[in-house]
């Protein structure tokens, strides 16, 4: 059939047909996959409804406190995430510190100002992960910020799940 002036576009011809047959069983062993079944990892929370908090210890400013701020769980005692901003009366940061708290120690929170020191503390309060990313500054920010409706552990892993599951499959397709 190919002639010996044709070889190299024969060969051309038939290396095309190769990669078209074998790129095309892979997309039909592709769609065939039934992503209903994919079962997520495991959990890797120490235990359920744990969280995360930025963390520092009377860092100079906010930028610092985030950046080099520990990756690491909160204790199952806590709740929530506790940022303590002291500044001076010009707004200027004099420390942040920021950490996992009880609802005990969330009960300070607010705007103090320090005449001896001419400096103010402002104490905030969130619930969620990693939620205390900014400082309070005044008396509205200076809150105790919780999410109103406790979901139950399971509906929130279902929507979770249910996410993921989507993402994943996402992914695959493209």
């Given at each position: 059939?190919?002639?010996?002036?044709?070889?190299?576009?024969?060969?051309?011809?038939?290396?095309?047909?190769?990669?078209?047959?074998?790129d095309?069983?892979?997309?039909?062993?592709a769609k065939?996959?039934?992503?209903?079944?994919?079962?997520?990892?495991?959990?890797?929370?120490?235990?359920?409804?744990?969280?995360?908090?930025?963390?520092c210890?009377?860092?100079?400013?906010?930028?610092?406190?985030?950046?080099?701020?520990?990756?690491?769980?909160?204790?199952?005692n806590?709740?929530?995430?506790?940022?303590?901003?002291?500044?001076?009366?010009?707004?200027?940061?004099?420390?942040?510190?920021?950490?996992?708290?009880?609802?005990?120690?969330?009960?300070?929170?607010?705007?103090?100002?320090?005449?001896?020191?001419?400096?103010?503390?402002?104490?905030?309060?969130?619930?969620?992960?990693?939620?205390?990313?900014?400082?309070?500054?005044?008396?509205?920010?200076?809150?105790?910020?919780?999410?109103?409706?406790?979901?139950?552990?399971?509906?929130?892993?279902?929507?979770v799940?249910?996410?993921?599951?989507?993402?994943?499959?996402?992914?695959?397709?493209?």
């Amino acid at each position: 059939m190919c002639t010996n002036s044709m070889s190299l576009l024969c060969h051309i011809l038939a290396a095309a047909f190769v990669h078209i047959f074998i790129d095309s069983g892979n997309w039909i062993l592709a769609k065939n996959i039934n992503f209903h079944n994919v079962r997520l990892p495991v959990d890797p929370t120490p235990f359920p409804s744990s969280f995360k908090c930025f963390t520092c210890d009377n860092v100079v400013d906010n930028y610092n406190c985030n950046r080099w701020a520990e990756d690491k769980w909160c204790p199952q005692n806590t709740e929530y995430c506790l940022t303590v901003h002291h500044f001076t009366s010009h707004g200027r940061s004099t420390s942040v510190t920021k950490k996992c708290a009880t609802r005990e120690e969330c009960h300070f929170v607010g705007c103090r100002h320090h005449k001896d020191t001419s400096h103010t503390e402002c104490i905030s309060c969130c619930e969620g992960m990693i939620c205390n990313v900014e400082i309070p500054t005044n008396h509205t920010n200076a809150i105790f910020a919780v999410v109103h409706a406790r979901r139950t552990s399971g509906s929130n892993r279902k929507a979770v799940n249910t996410l993921l599951l989507a993402l994943i499959s996402v992914i695959f397709v493209l």
